[in-house]
């Protein structure tokens, strides 16, 4: 009997490390994958050189929605199977990722009309199932019935040491007392916002991987999909 392919939903905090488990959950299964985190760093950059974000990190919501028609993101998938993400035909991989996108993308992901836009794309990638697709809401608003949802969490501290290194390793300049500051705001702001805020969904199962090694939490996010898939055979 064929395997059947489910929805897999994987929410967290910023830098808790979902993106790589769902990156390495999708080849391993070969499985479509998703950054949704992406699409929101991208519609900020928009906003950033177009100065839809004053200095001080307000955004302009109403000109940030006027201008969605205009912000065209889509996915690359390069040689070496890393994913790129496109604005309008260039790849801004590298440069969403950069500190000051991070400092803006969660006021810009708290505005109501690019969550309500970008749901929708996000809901047209997984038509199909065969996804694995992590962000902030996907369990509990993207894709409700998904049958597999889990909530990565681990501690500011853990979490802001990771992405420092991420970044270096990157070649991208980083602070970790600035690194920590941005991981304790996004998240303020994220649990807050009043549009799809940031909570675990009631059926998720909850991953805190402050101690975990990289192969650990990837033979943990295994083995709950090979529960998952045992389950639904019954």
């Given at each position: 009997m064929?395997t059947?392919?489910?929805?897999?939903?994987?929410?967290?905090?910023?830098?808790?490390?979902?993106?790589?488990?769902?990156?390495?959950?999708?080849?391993?299964?070969?499985?479509?994958?998703?950054?949704?985190?992406?699409?929101?760093?991208?519609?900020?950059?928009?906003?950033?050189?177009?100065?839809?974000?004053?200095?001080?990190?307000?955004?302009?919501?109403?000109?940030?929605?006027?201008?969605?028609?205009?912000?065209?993101?889509?996915?690359?998938?390069?040689?070496?199977?890393?994913?790129?993400?496109?604005?309008?035909?260039?790849?801004?991989?590298?440069?969403?990722?950069?500190?000051?996108?991070?400092?803006?993308?969660?006021?810009v992901?708290?505005?109501?009309?690019?969550?309500?836009?970008?749901?929708?794309?996000?809901?047209?990638?997984?038509?199909?199932?065969?996804?694995?697709?992590?962000?902030?809401?996907?369990?509990?608003?993207?894709?409700p019935?998904?049958?597999?949802?889990?909530?990565?969490?681990?501690?500011?501290?853990?979490?802001?040491?990771?992405?420092?290194?991420?970044?270096?390793?990157?070649?991208?300049?980083?602070?970790?007392?600035?690194?920590?500051?941005?991981?304790v705001?996004?998240?303020?702001?994220?649990?807050?916002?009043?549009?799809?805020?940031?909570?675990?969904?009631?059926?998720?199962?909850?991953?805190?991987n402050?101690?975990?090694?990289?192969?650990?939490?990837?033979?943990?996010?295994?083995?709950?999909?090979?529960?998952?898939?045992?389950?639904?055979?019954?």
């Amino acid at each position: 009997m064929d395997t059947p392919k489910i929805t897999i939903a994987i929410d967290g905090y910023s830098s808790s490390g979902k993106s790589s488990m769902a990156k390495t959950l999708a080849k391993a299964l070969g499985y479509d994958y998703v950054d949704t985190g992406a699409m929101y760093r991208a519609v900020t950059l928009y906003a950033m050189r177009h100065s839809l974000i004053d200095a001080e990190g307000v955004a302009d919501s109403q000109a940030i929605a006027e201008a969605l028609p205009k912000i065209g993101i889509a996915f690359r998938r390069e040689a070496d199977g890393s994913q790129h993400t496109l604005l309008n035909g260039e790849d801004v991989e590298e440069t969403i990722r950069h500190l000051d996108v991070s400092n803006n993308v969660s006021a810009v992901a708290a505005i109501p009309a690019v969550r309500h836009d970008l749901v929708k794309k996000q809901q047209a990638f997984g038509t199909g199932k065969g996804i694995v697709m992590d962000g902030r809401d996907i369990g509990t608003t993207v894709f409700p019935d998904a049958e597999m949802k889990i909530f990565v969490t681990a501690s500011p501290q853990t979490r802001a040491q990771r992405r420092v290194a991420e970044l270096i390793e990157k070649g991208i300049p980083a602070s970790y007392e600035e690194v920590l500051a941005n991981v304790v705001h996004r998240d303020h702001i994220d649990e807050t916002r009043a549009e799809s805020p940031l909570r675990r969904a009631d059926d998720a199962i909850t991953l805190d991987n402050s101690t975990m090694t990289v192969d650990e939490q990837n033979r943990w996010l295994l083995d709950r999909y090979e529960e998952c898939i045992a389950k639904s055979n019954r």
